[in-house]
């Protein structure tokens, strides 16, 4: 089994930081995309970014250049960096990992969510 637990998330003002971490664990031969999604209260999940094993990244077009996303393979986690964030930027942020378990089968996960809210 995979589990994903995410961390970092808060209460923020606008124009603050907050910095976003996924730890991947479980009976796994290796993880191919992560990525962060979001909901916020009404809508349905966005894509936020996602990174491949590689390193290639992909940016929702409403969060480019205010957030990084980077992962560390040896570690199987995966972070976003949020900078210069907007009221618009509060909602559940949640993990997401696609790979293969150690039974060769594949996995697609998420993890349980974190708020993020932005207010003065």
């Known amino acids: 089994q995979v589990q994903l637990v995410e961390s970092g998330g808060g209460l923020v003002q606008p124009g603050g930081s907050l910095r976003l971490s996924c730890v991947v664990s479980?009976?796994?031969?290796?993880?191919?995309?992560m990525g962060w999604y979001r909901q916020a209260p009404g809508k349905e999940r966005e894509l936020v970014a996602s990174?491949?094993?590689?390193?290639?990244?992909t940016y929702a077009d409403s969060v480019k250049g205010r957030c990084t996303i980077s992962r560390d393979n040896a570690k199987n986690t995966v972070y976003l960096q949020m900078n210069s964030l907007e009221p618009e930027d509060t909602a559940v942020y949640y993990c997401?990992?696609?790979?293969?378990?150690?039974?060769?089968?594949?996995?697609?996960?998420w993890g349980q969510g974190t708020q993020v809210t932005v207010s003065s």
């Open positions: 990174i491949t094993y590689h390193m290639k990244t």
């Open positions: 997401n990992a696609k790979g293969t378990l150690n039974t060769w089968r594949p996995f697609d996960s």
């Open positions: 479980g009976s796994i031969l290796g993880i191919n995309d």
